[in-house]
């Protein structure tokens, strides 16, 4: 009786490795990238969570073709699965993908970038990342629901302990036997401060990479907004503008423009859209929260 059931329970078993075998299965392909310089990268790492399809494994077939930054995993079952890539001194990603019994197939291009590159705003070039200078950004203030704010001048700032009106001259007590200075015109004291930079001036199709300097739980967005002179007395939402200062810089909020934010890789997004001519202020938020904002001027 026990033989018989044993004969039965491994009949049940083939039958059941049949079904299995007979299932449909398709080809995953494609090739890695270099985010900034969308180049082929040379022998990456890639696989597929939670299953055998890798790269690394002893049985992969196709490492001359790895060689050109290519991969391909052969006889995969249909269904959905997270596709991973990666190399050494790079950023991981990860792309999603579903194959079914009508598609059995899928290519993808998959992009890194190298983990030596700093959270901020990029422009992609042939050599490599470009890092657009966020000099604007020590002359913004805090808003509320003006959303961001840029002071038109700041103190000057010269380094060391003294202060502005001791480094141009103001008139201070001399040392013992010394004369002590003349004061300077007060024109000159006035004229301390350095001014908002100039905004980027930048071609009306916008393409920028942004690297967050965090991990990402919640989409990104961005938006860019008009920018315009205005009085200050009008955004009391904004702090930090300094004692005497009437005006700054403020974005309409009434005619926003959203732009289209893509995951890239981890911490890194690429940014596109059309802005409207003119001075533009392009904020960067998470959670209803500002990231960062950037002062660009679209021709």
Request: with cysteine; aromatic share 8%; charged share 25%.
């Amino acid at each position: 009786m026990k033989k018989k059931l044993s004969i039965c329970a491994a009949a049940f078993i083939a039958l059941a490795m049949t079904a299995c075998d007979s299932g449909k299965t398709g080809t995953i392909e494609g090739e890695v990238r270099d985010a900034f310089t969308n180049k082929p990268l040379e022998m990456p790492t890639v696989g597929m969570d939670s299953t055998i399809y890798t790269t690394l494994s002893k049985k992969y077939e196709f490492n001359q073709e790895l060689r050109k930054g290519k991969f391909k995993f052969v006889k995969v079952p249909v269904g959905a699965y997270r596709v991973y890539a990666g190399r050494s001194k790079y950023v991981k990603t990860r792309m999603k993908i579903e194959t079914t019994e009508q598609n059995p197939n899928a290519s993808l291009v998959l992009y890194i970038y190298s983990a030596q590159v700093d959270p901020g705003l990029y422009q992609g070039t042939p050599e490599g990342p470009l890092k657009i200078d966020n000099k604007w950004v020590v002359y913004s203030t805090n808003c509320d629901e003006s959303i961001a704010g840029y002071r038109l001048t700041m103190p000057q700032q010269n380094g060391g302990t003294a202060s502005i009106a001791e480094k141009i001259g103001v008139q201070k007590k001399g040392k013992k036997g010394k004369k002590a200075k003349k004061a300077a015109p007060v024109a000159q004291v006035a004229a301390a401060v350095t001014n908002l930079p100039d905004p980027r001036v930048v071609d009306g199709k916008l393409e920028v990479f942004y690297h967050n300097s965090s991990s990402v739980s919640t989409a990104i967005t961005a938006k860019t907004y008009p920018a315009v002179v205005a009085p200050i007395a009008s955004h009391k939402d904004c702090k930090g503008f300094g004692a005497g200062e009437t005006k700054g810089v403020f974005p309409v909020k009434d005619k926003a423009t959203d732009l289209k934010v893509e995951y890239v890789a981890e911490n890194l997004f690429k940014i596109t859209g059309n802005l409207p001519k003119g001075k533009q202020i392009i904020q960067l938020s998470q959670d209803g929260k500002t990231l960062q904002t950037y002062y660009f001027e679209a021709k």
